[in-house]
């Protein structure tokens, strides 16, 4: 393997690893956002802020990583995409801004009014940026970017753009509400797990119908990328992710335990790697290849060792949070919290 291709691969996990641990994120802010009014959303927030707290941070580090892998790795790839849909990839980055300023505000504002504003800042946000960036993945995927291409809304705004935007969305939703369902039951609340389940198994059916409408779409829309995903190591990950898919929701309506969220993250890694694996070798379908795209050789070898050196020391304490927040050591929560309902958010 050459250093190039070890790099996209790098890359490509990296995007895997925002998608599922951001995604997270994003999902539970789109079921913050769906919650109701103050006083019939008041658990499900409650059990949302404190779920987040101890990791929404960290996970942006995935994304920090894909950034800069792109832009020393490949700059052309990083100068196509950035110059051609730069909108989207803006309002994206706003929302991010937007997103955690407003989670960040919410909790300790002392005015029901600026509650209510940080709070729809953070729920809104949490729709939004998901949904730009899976347009700009979209527009990638189906060669609509590439060297020289300016800004234009066509690059984005296509029947591919929007179904991936969409599926960011709805699959984000997923791992929310798995997660979420996972918290209520190491909380002992079986109305919140309950209701965080049924809209898992809502959000995996959505996922599920859009993911096929995607690759029905992609015919006709992005011939090259269906049939990457229809042939070959594409296809091999997309039977992987249908069948994360049956098995997450077999644990749905069983329990929603640790190998719920397994499975979940399995359904979002599986076709994040479909999507890499269909438009190999290029980075832009019919246009850049990866070779083409790479920079100088030396640049490749120094973020290949950079790279092993950021996960010998970044991943064991990332994984090591991962594990104390779902093991419930970071922050307790009891069902006296729950009932509470969080009251000094309304004093």
């Not at 790098?10 to 006083?39: H, I, K, M, R």
């Not at 941070?57 to 700059?75: A, S």
């Not at 309950?194 to 959000?203: D, M």
């Amino acid at each position: 393997m050459t250093a190039a291709a070890l790099v996209a691969a790098v890359l490509l996990l990296a995007v895997a690893a925002y998608t599922c641990a951001g995604g997270t994120d994003y999902g539970a802010g789109f079921w913050d956002l769906t919650a109701g009014g103050a006083e019939r959303g008041r658990r499900p927030r409650w059990l949302i802020d404190h779920a987040m707290a101890p990791v929404w941070e960290v996970n942006n580090v995935w994304l920090i990583f894909v950034l800069v892998i792109m832009w020393t790795g490949f700059p052309r790839f990083f100068q196509a995409v950035f110059s051609s849909m730069w909108l989207p990839l803006a309002l994206a980055a706003v929302g991010i801004v937007l997103r955690g300023a407003g989670f960040a505000l919410r909790k300790p504002t002392r005015r029901i009014a600026g509650r209510r504003v940080y709070g729809a800042m953070f729920a809104i946000s949490s729709l939004l940026t998901p949904f730009f960036l899976g347009a700009a993945a979209g527009g990638i995927a189906s060669g609509r970017v590439g060297p020289g291409t300016g800004p234009s809304a066509h690059a984005w705004y296509n029947p591919t753009s929007v179904l991936f935007g969409l599926l960011a969305v709805v699959g984000t939703a997923l791992l929310g509400a798995v997660f979420l369902a996972a918290d209520a039951v190491r909380h002992t609340s079986p109305d919140l797990h309950a209701y965080f389940r049924r809209r898992a198994l809502a959000a995996l059916a959505a996922t599920a119908v859009l993911g096929a409408v995607t690759l029905t779409v992609t015919h006709d829309d992005a011939p090259y990328l269906w049939r990457g995903l229809t042939h070959g190591a594409g296809l091999f990950f997309v039977v992987v992710a249908a069948t994360a898919t049956v098995v997450t929701a077999w644990l749905l309506l069983g329990t929603s335990g640790a190998w719920s969220r397994v499975s979940a993250v399995g359904v979002m890694a599986s076709a994040v790697l479909a999507w890499g694996m269909a438009q190999r070798p290029y980075l832009i379908p019919g246009s850049l290849t990866v070779a083409e795209a790479a920079g100088a050789p030396s640049t490749l070898h120094w973020l290949v060792i950079v790279t092993v050196v950021a996960v010998v020391l970044v991943l064991p304490a990332v994984v090591l949070l991962y594990r104390l927040d779902m093991r419930g050591e970071l922050e307790p929560l009891t069902e006296a919290d729950l009932r509470r309902g969080g009251p000094e958010r309304e004093g």
